[in-house]
């Protein structure tokens, strides 16, 4: 495969935006926006850009924003009702916690410029420190490398990258707000970069939450994730990414009103076959409905130009993911948004196994899901860091602290990542991400939230659409999955409970 030139260009540094004291001016072709304070934004031709201005505020949005309370309401209208409400920058927290979607959002007033972004970070900012001299943010940090001319930190290079780990880990992430460039750190979820002043501040969790039980959090999802469809079904064609497990039937459910809109579709990558329950269960699944399914091949690598171009698009890309994406790349239909189950972790307590145990970065990188880099040095010590700083913030707030590291580092570091590098292929929404959601399940008792017994997303689906459970959900392979759809449809073998 070679690209035409206006499809490189097309495809290079997709959906991001960079963000300094000047306009990339090599970019010819993306949008340009002044913002305050002599700061400049340049954005991909596919990233939405949205401005509103009341008097003296101005808000700059990036991506876009979804209200499930109003869903007739589009970006331009949600930034302008956050305008008319606000009388202090920190209103901003309150005003965004019930919105959805994948943003980046600027506010501006004579003195405070700030920036923040989605309650998972899945619109990925960096920023530089004091170690460099001008401020710039972006999508990634290779952006602001190249633009620098910054070479990458060696000692990173050689700590982590240059790890004999570091290849065979699959899926790694990055801990901490670490990046490979000195001087270049991740804005993670909770935070607000001050663009004045160059400092990052959390501003959540700042209070304990009231606990709420079960009942009323599934009644509290079902709506939101409802509304959060209906929002996005008015403004985009949608897809969904299905799966046999219980994030992707639980997002199904909530597209019930709009389901026969909705292409559907399972990925075979890695070493899935046919005979691999997320294929065979998404197959009968979405047919059983009357609804199409389609099936998406993707190849064992991705071939060289388009390697090239996704490397450039995110430093230390997965190969793995990478192949995933040219398989999208060849058959997704890429004028819709794909609707992905990713973060109800925070209905799950995905390491509740390790909560009474003292919290450590050696404990975070060994249920972090970081494969062979888990005993990696530098991987825990960033770990660490974050801990330092995000233990008071749950002590205050009695937030358990594996809550937050699901939410501040799973979510920001590995789901954010994987977004960012297949923004070359696809615009995502996550109906998980809103601060409101967010801390409507972690009010719920952990011992509600067992991720082999997920009472909530069972009550979730059992409201909006109960004949998806019909179907069984993760069945063991093989055999034993054949002896399985029996038992669960006789009601004896109601959760994913190993078999």
Same mark, same amino acid.
């Given at each position: 495969?070679?690209?035409?030139?206006?499809?490189?260009?097309?495809?290079?540094?997709?959906?991001?935006?960079?963000?300094?004291?000047?306009?990339?001016?090599?970019?010819?072709?993306?949008?340009?926006?002044?913002?305050?304070?002599?700061?400049?934004?340049?954005?991909?031709?596919?990233?939405?850009?949205?401005?509103?201005?009341?008097?003296?505020?101005?808000?700059?949005?990036?991506?876009?924003?979804?209200?499930?309370?109003?869903?007739?309401?589009?970006?331009?209208?949600?930034?302008?009702?956050?305008?008319?409400?606000?009388?202090? +920058?920190?209103?901003?927290? #309150? &005003?965004?916690? *019930?919105?959805?979607? =994948?943003? /980046? !959002?600027? @506010?501006?007033? $004579?003195?405070?410029?700030?920036?923040?972004?989605?309650?998972?970070?899945?619109?990925?900012?960096?920023?530089?420190?004091?170690?460099?001299?001008?401020?710039?943010?972006?999508?990634?940090?290779?952006?602001?490398?190249?633009?620098?001319?910054?070479?990458?930190? +060696?000692?990173?290079?050689? #700590? &982590?990258?240059? *790890?004999?780990?570091? =290849?065979? /880990? !699959?899926? @790694?992430?990055? $801990?901490?707000?670490?990046?490979?460039?000195?001087?270049?750190?991740?804005?993670?979820?909770?935070?607000?970069?001050?663009?004045?002043?160059?400092?990052?501040?959390?501003?959540?969790?700042?209070?304990?939450?009231?606990?709420?039980?079960?009942?009323?959090?599934?009644?509290?999802?079902?709506?939101? &994730?409802?509304?959060?469809?209906?929002?996005?079904?008015?403004?985009?064609?949608?897809?969904?990414?299905?799966?046999?497990?219980?994030?992707?039937?639980?997002?199904?459910?909530?597209?019930?009103?709009?389901?026969?809109?909705?292409?559907?579709?399972?990925?075979?990558?890695?070493?899935?076959?046919?005979?691999?329950?997320?294929?065979?269960?998404?197959?009968?699944?979405?047919?059983?409905?009357?609804?199409?399914?389609?099936?998406?091949?993707?190849?064992?690598?991705?071939?060289?130009?388009?390697?090239?171009?996704?490397?450039?698009?995110?430093?230390?890309?997965?190969?793995?993911?990478?192949?995933?994406?040219?398989?999208?790349?060849?058959?997704?239909?890429?004028?819709?948004?794909?609707?992905?189950?990713?973060?109800?972790?925070?209905?799950?307590?995905?390491?509740?196994?390790?909560?009474?145990?003292?919290?450590?970065?050696?404990?975070?990188?060994?249920?972090?899901?970081?494969?062979?880099?888990?005993?990696?040095?530098?991987?825990?010590?960033?770990?660490?860091?974050?801990?330092?700083?995000?233990?008071?913030?749950?002590?205050?707030?009695?937030?358990?602290?594996?809550?937050?590291?699901?939410?501040?580092?799973?979510?920001?570091?590995?789901?954010?990542?994987?977004?960012?590098?297949?923004?070359?292929?696809?615009?995502?929404?996550?109906?998980?991400?809103?601060?409101?959601?967010?801390?409507?399940?972690?009010?719920?008792?952990?011992?509600?939230?067992?991720?082999?017994?997920?009472?909530?997303?069972?009550?979730?689906?059992?409201?909006?659409?109960?004949?998806?459970?019909?179907?069984?959900?993760?069945?063991?392979?093989?055999?034993?999955?054949?002896?399985?759809?029996?038992?669960?449809?006789?009601?004896?073998?109601?959760?994913?409970?190993?078999?």
């Amino acid at each position: 495969m070679s690209f035409t030139e206006s499809e490189y260009t097309r495809l290079l540094y997709r959906r991001q935006f960079i963000l300094g004291p000047r306009f990339v001016e090599r970019y010819d072709t993306w949008k340009r926006h002044a913002v305050a304070d002599g700061l400049c934004v340049t954005a991909h031709p596919d990233l939405p850009v949205t401005v509103a201005e009341n008097g003296d505020r101005k808000l700059l949005l990036l991506g876009y924003l979804l209200d499930p309370y109003h869903p007739d309401l589009d970006n331009a209208a949600i930034l302008q009702g956050i305008l008319e409400e606000i009388v202090r +920058p920190t209103d901003l927290f #309150r &005003l965004t916690e *019930a919105l959805g979607g =994948r943003w /980046a !959002l600027i @506010y501006a007033d $004579p003195d405070e410029t700030w920036l923040m972004n989605d309650p998972m970070g899945l619109r990925q900012v960096v920023h530089t420190t004091e170690a460099l001299p001008d401020l710039w943010c972006a999508s990634q940090p290779g952006m602001i490398a190249e633009e620098l001319g910054l070479d990458p930190d +060696p000692e990173v290079m050689e #700590r &982590l990258v240059g *790890a004999p780990e570091y =290849r065979e /880990a !699959l899926e @790694y992430w990055w $801990p901490g707000d670490l990046s490979p460039y000195s001087g270049i750190k991740h804005l993670l979820p909770n935070r607000y970069l001050d663009l004045k002043r160059r400092s990052v501040h959390r501003f959540w969790p700042d209070r304990r939450p009231d606990r709420i039980g079960a009942e009323e959090c599934t009644r509290k999802y079902a709506s939101v &994730l409802v509304g959060m469809i209906e929002s996005a079904s008015k403004r985009f064609d949608l897809a969904h990414t299905v799966t046999a497990g219980w994030d992707s039937r639980t997002i199904l459910s909530a597209c019930r009103g709009i389901s026969p809109k909705i292409f559907y579709f399972t990925m075979i990558y890695y070493n899935k076959t046919v005979k691999t329950p997320d294929i065979y269960v998404s197959r009968n699944l979405i047919t059983g409905l009357g609804l199409e399914h389609h099936l998406i091949t993707c190849p064992e690598s991705m071939g060289a130009d388009f390697a090239e171009i996704y490397r450039r698009n995110a430093p230390e890309a997965h190969e793995g993911w990478g192949a995933i994406a040219r398989g999208m790349y060849d058959h997704y239909p890429q004028d819709r948004v794909c609707i992905k189950g990713n973060g109800s972790g925070i209905l799950k307590c995905l390491y509740r196994r390790a909560w009474d145990q003292e919290c450590t970065g050696e404990l975070l990188a060994e249920i972090g899901d970081l494969g062979p880099m888990k005993s990696n040095r530098m991987t825990i010590e960033h770990l660490d860091r974050w801990l330092s700083e995000a233990r008071e913030a749950s002590a205050r707030s009695g937030v358990h602290i594996l809550d937050l590291f699901f939410q501040e580092q799973r979510m920001a570091r590995w789901q954010g990542a994987g977004q960012l590098e297949w923004d070359i292929v696809q615009e995502v929404l996550v109906p998980w991400n809103s601060r409101e959601l967010i801390a409507a399940g972690f009010s719920v008792e952990g011992r509600c939230r067992g991720s082999r017994h997920p009472l909530i997303e069972h009550g979730i689906i059992k409201a909006l659409w109960p004949e998806l459970l019909a179907v069984p959900i993760n069945p063991p392979p093989g055999i034993r999955g054949a002896i399985a759809a029996p038992l669960w449809r006789a009601g004896l073998w109601p959760f994913d409970r190993d078999f």
